[in-house]
């Protein structure tokens, strides 16, 4: 006797209808009663599933997301069913700076390879960075970026910028573009002295500016980590979109570290001669990530801070800061207390790296502000939530104010806590 194919189907149908439920609830059940960080405070929504997660990243609002998660449960966070967010200064050490250089990195910093290759920013394990950076931190002491060809060069950057927006007076300035122009020609100036672009005057070097500041494939990027089946191509497909939206960035980058004759104090000089740790493709590679992260970096800092001097309530800091400097011209910048507390106050309000930076806990987990984490959790601290929810530490931290930075009983303690560029052996080198 045969059987009727409509039956079949129906059959089939009925059965996937009875499966499919069970298919997507269990998990989630499991995931409520049995996850390891059932006990981290936190919304339901975020033990469950990480697509509360995964939809504020691709908005564009996860700094925000997690501040706010912050506000509500406090210094300890569950933001996915393997991520947890931190705020106290035990955290950040714990995160950070613990065995030696902090723990390893996750695979989100994949995304932020150059030219195919890992950079001393993309490295996961902190043993594999720490041999980069032997060859790279030297360039960046202070006494090597004072060196009179480095120093008089960004003098003579900012001599140009003051006189671009002489020029415009009378009339409005798009600060945007000339501090991000300032900010490329200033890096590049480092990077590959005496090499460096001249966008503040060039418009082919202000196409390289926007090639870079203006360029965006986040959305793109997060698609290939979220996905792990692709995420072996997902290095090739963003490396691929890279080239295509910035050719005259990788062009400039690549043709530059051919010269053979950079500056002693440029960064360049130092990684050609480390050819046994960096060959040609690293050299350009690393030169790219540097001069690409300088540029957002230090551009959106001075964007932030000009614009709260620029503020009526700021008019006293204009007026401290023009009297100290009037005062003190026979002074190093570095001996500037004032003006020091002015930049340290921009860099807490206006961080220039205000998201969170993944690291995973290692073998045997960890406790952290009482609790326990288990190995392979993703743990994080955004600088953006440490610096206005510490409240002992800086009060009212919604508020720009320098002269908190002249307290010298609490400067110490604002220091331990300052994430501005990170923290420990695996922070930015360039924060001198």
Same mark, same amino acid.
Request: glycine residues 6%; neutral net charge.
């Given at each position: 006797?045969?059987?009727p194919?409509?039956?079949?189907?129906?059959?089939i149908l009925?059965?996937?209808?009875?499966?499919?439920?069970?298919?997507?609830?269990?998990?989630l059940v499991?995931?409520?009663?049995?996850?390891?960080?059932r006990?981290?405070?936190?919304?339901?929504?975020t033990?469950?599933?990480?697509?509360?997660l995964?939809?504020?990243?691709?908005?564009?609002n996860?700094? $925000?997301?997690? %501040? +706010? #998660?912050?506000?509500? /449960? !406090?210094?300890v966070v569950?933001? =996915?069913p393997?991520?947890?967010?931190?705020?106290?200064?035990?955290?950040l050490?714990?995160?950070?700076?613990?065995?030696?250089?902090?723990?390893?990195?996750?695979?989100?910093?994949?995304?932020?390879?150059?030219?195919g290759?890992?950079?001393?920013f993309?490295?996961?394990?902190?043993?594999?960075?720490?041999?980069?950076?032997?060859?790279?931190?030297?360039?960046?002491?202070?006494?090597?970026?004072m060196?009179?060809?480095?120093?008089s060069?960004?003098?003579r950057?900012?001599?140009?910028?003051?006189?671009?927006?002489?020029?415009?007076?009378g009339?409005?300035?798009?600060?945007?573009?000339?501090?991000?122009?300032?900010?490329?020609? $200033?890096?590049? %100036? +480092? #990077?590959f002295?005496? /090499? !460096?672009?001249?966008?503040l005057? =060039?418009?082919?070097?202000?196409k390289?500016?926007?090639?870079?500041?203006?360029?965006?494939?986040?959305?793109?990027?997060?698609?290939?980590?979220?996905?792990?089946?692709?995420?072996?191509?997902a290095?090739?497909?963003?490396n691929?979109?890279?080239?295509?939206?910035?050719?005259?960035?990788?062009?400039?980058?690549?043709?530059?570290?051919?010269?053979?004759?950079?500056?002693?104090?440029?960064?360049l000089?130092?990684?050609?001669?480390s050819?046994?740790n960096?060959s040609?493709?690293a050299v350009a590679a690393?030169?790219m990530?540097?001069?690409?992260?300088?540029?957002?970096?230090?551009?959106?800092?001075?964007?932030?801070?000009?614009?709260?001097?620029?503020?009526?309530?700021?008019?006293?800091?204009?007026?401290?800061?023009?009297?100290?400097?009037?005062?003190n011209?026979?002074k190093?910048?570095?001996?500037?207390?004032?003006?020091?507390?002015?930049?340290?106050?921009?860099?807490?309000?206006?961080?220039?790296?205000?998201?969170?930076?993944?690291?995973?806990?290692?073998?045997?987990?960890r406790t952290?502000?009482?609790?326990?984490i288990?190995?392979?959790?993703?743990?994080?601290?955004?600088?953006?939530s440490?610096?206005r929810?510490?409240e002992?530490?800086?009060?009212?931290?919604?508020?720009?104010?320098?002269?908190?930075?002249?307290?010298?009983?609490k400067s110490?303690?604002?220091?331990?806590?300052?994430?501005?560029?990170?923290a420990?052996?695996?922070?930015?080198?360039?924060?001198?």
């Amino acid at each position: 006797m045969s059987f009727p194919t409509s039956h079949l189907y129906s059959s089939i149908l009925t059965t996937l209808l009875l499966i499919l439920p069970v298919a997507i609830l269990l998990p989630l059940v499991l995931s409520y009663f049995f996850s390891p960080l059932r006990h981290i405070p936190g919304p339901t929504s975020t033990l469950l599933s990480p697509l509360p997660l995964i939809y504020q990243e691709f908005t564009r609002n996860r700094r $925000a997301y997690i %501040h +706010f #998660l912050h506000k509500a /449960y !406090g210094p300890v966070v569950r933001i =996915s069913p393997n991520e947890v967010s931190f705020t106290s200064v035990s955290a950040l050490r714990e995160i950070y700076t613990s065995e030696g250089a902090g723990w390893d990195k996750t695979e989100f910093y994949d995304l932020f390879r150059q030219f195919g290759e890992r950079t001393m920013f993309s490295t996961l394990r902190k043993a594999d960075h720490a041999r980069k950076k032997r060859h790279i931190a030297g360039q960046y002491a202070n006494t090597n970026i004072m060196r009179p060809e480095i120093a008089s060069g960004i003098e003579r950057l900012v001599d140009k910028f003051v006189e671009r927006c002489e020029e415009e007076k009378g009339s409005s300035i798009d600060v945007y573009v000339y501090l991000h122009c300032f900010a490329l020609d $200033a890096a590049s %100036h +480092f #990077l590959f002295h005496p /090499y !460096g672009t001249n966008s503040l005057a =060039s418009a082919d070097g202000r196409k390289i500016m926007e090639e870079l500041s203006y360029h965006d494939s986040l959305r793109l990027h997060l698609a290939f980590y979220y996905v792990p089946l692709f995420r072996r191509f997902a290095i090739w497909f963003a490396n691929l979109i890279e080239a295509r939206n910035s050719p005259l960035a990788n062009g400039y980058v690549l043709s530059t570290c051919k010269r053979p004759d950079p500056g002693e104090s440029s960064l360049l000089y130092k990684l050609q001669r480390s050819k046994d740790n960096f060959s040609q493709q690293a050299v350009a590679a690393e030169c790219m990530d540097h001069m690409a992260a300088g540029i957002d970096t230090t551009g959106d800092a001075l964007c932030f801070i000009m614009y709260q001097l620029s503020l009526p309530e700021s008019h006293h800091v204009q007026e401290n800061l023009s009297k100290e400097l009037s005062e003190n011209s026979d002074k190093a910048l570095d001996d500037l207390e004032y003006l020091d507390a002015v930049v340290k106050e921009g860099l807490r309000c206006f961080m220039p790296i205000p998201m969170s930076q993944p690291r995973y806990v290692p073998t045997g987990g960890r406790t952290i502000d009482g609790y326990n984490i288990p190995r392979g959790t993703i743990v994080s601290c955004q600088a953006y939530s440490v610096h206005r929810l510490n409240e002992d530490v800086y009060p009212n931290g919604e508020m720009f104010y320098p002269e908190r930075w002249l307290e010298k009983d609490k400067s110490q303690e604002m220091n331990r806590l300052f994430f501005a560029f990170g923290a420990g052996a695996r922070g930015c080198t360039g924060r001198q």
